[in-house]
């Protein structure tokens, strides 16, 4: 069945940084667009950035373009998310996730949490 397991998140300083990585499987991961979304307490779940499936087209929330960096490995059958000049308001759970004509699956989330 279809798995996404997220991982990397923890506590960090305002400023620091985090990768997040999306291990995937049981469908053709090298074909799929993959998407990081997060949610804050009491706020709804946004799009923070995605990848298509061959990696070369990128989108980016406006809040974290030039500090977040998304890509993907293939081969591994991987998804990252590369987190930098972090700031509280980045603080939420952050899930993988990926759909289409036939599925839609999310992963079980990872806490970030930036102290200032």
């Known amino acids: 069945q279809v798995q996404l397991v997220e991982s990397g998140g923890g506590l960090v300083q305002s400023g620091g940084s985090l990768t997040l990585s999306c291990a995937a499987s049981?469908?053709?991961?090298?074909?799929?667009?993959m998407k990081w979304f997060r949610q804050a307490p009491g706020k709804e779940r946004e799009l923070v950035a995605s990848?298509?499936?061959?990696?070369?087209?990128?989108f980016y929330k406006d809040s974290v373009k030039g500090r977040f960096t998304i890509s993907r490995d293939n081969a591994k059958n991987m998804v990252y998310l590369q987190m930098m000049s972090l700031k509280p308001e980045d603080t939420a759970v952050y899930y993988c996730h990926v759909n289409g004509p036939i599925i839609d699956y999310w992963g079980q989330g990872t806490q970030v949490t930036v102290s200032s």
């Open positions: 049981g469908f053709t991961f090298s074909r799929y667009t």
């Open positions: 990848i298509s499936s061959a990696g070369d087209g990128l």
